[in-house]
T-cell receptor, first 112, second 111 residues
Framework: EAEVAQSPRYKITEKSQAVAFWCDPI?????LYWYRQILGQGPELLVQ????????DSQLPKDRFSAERLKGVDSTLKIQPAELGDSAMYLC??????????FGQGTRLTVV | KQEVTQIPAALSVPEGENLVLNCSFT??????LQWFRQDPGKGLTSLLL?????REQTSGRLNASLDKSSGRSTLYIAASQPGDSATYLC??????????FGKGTTLSVSS
């Protein structure tokens, strides 16, 4: 069964360091989402791509976060510099047509 | 701005009990509603998708209903099992937008 792949599964980084997460969506899915989930809360959208174009990045803290999906397939989310408050689960999801979304296993980030 | 609320925040039941999880949303102009399951430290698993034109969807022991006009959805779990213990998240999308999530209901089923 096709799955959304994310790596790494876990990441511990020091404050002020750079960190990057990778996502490979289900083949053929044009829409890709990055969400952030703080413990005990629901996921919140960071950025939405349609193919290689950003559709919505209104909640992305652009002073430290960046996201790209250069060939409209896999995507990278970067944080530089990381802050203590960035500790969270980072979830990637994809959708064939902006209807049903399929999520990966997430990357658990701890900033120390 | 669309807001999604899930009640209760936590629920504990004995094995075998039928239960209902509630989800409400403030803007009835939704495109679809999706229920997810999340195990501790893991990603989200899609359980059921209800499109705006539908009233309910069923999968095994799960049944989800949608009342768009009142801004409500329920997830019914029949004959609960310890393996159903997880957090259940409700999310809605509107035309062209990404899913907006509630905070979830954490379910614990004891044997």
């Amino acid at each position: 069964e096709a799955e959304v792949a994310q790596s790494p599964r876990y990441k511990i980084t020091e404050k002020s360091q750079a960190v990057a997460f990778w996502c490979d969506p289900i083949s053929g899915h044009a829409t890709l989402y990055w969400y952030r989930q703080i413990l005990g809360q629901g996921p919140e959208l960071l950025v939405q791509f349609q193919d290689e174009s950003v559709v919505d990045d209104s909640q992305l803290p652009k002073d430290r976060f960046s996201a790209e999906r250069l060939k409209g397939v896999d995507s990278t989310l970067k944080i530089q510099p990381a802050e203590l408050g960035d500790s969270a689960m980072y979830l990637c999801a994809s959708s064939p047509d902006r209807t049903e979304a399929f999520f990966g296993q997430g990357t658990r980030l701890t900033v120390v | 701005k669309q807001e999604v609320t899930q009640i209760p925040a936590a629920l504990s039941v004995p094995e075998g009990e039928n239960l209902v999880l509630n989800c409400s949303f403030t803007d009835s102009a939704i495109y679809n509603l999706q229920w997810f399951r999340q195990d501790p430290g893991k990603g989200l698993t899609s359980l059921l998708l209800i499109q705006s034109s539908q009233r309910e969807q069923t999968s095994g022991r799960l049944n989800a209903s949608l009342d768009k006009s009142s801004g409500r959805s329920t997830l019914y779990i029949a004959a609960s099992q310890p393996g159903d213990s997880a957090t259940y998240l409700c999310a809605v999308s509107q035309a062209g937008t990404a899913l907006i999530f509630g905070k979830g209901t954490t379910l614990s089923v004891s044997s």
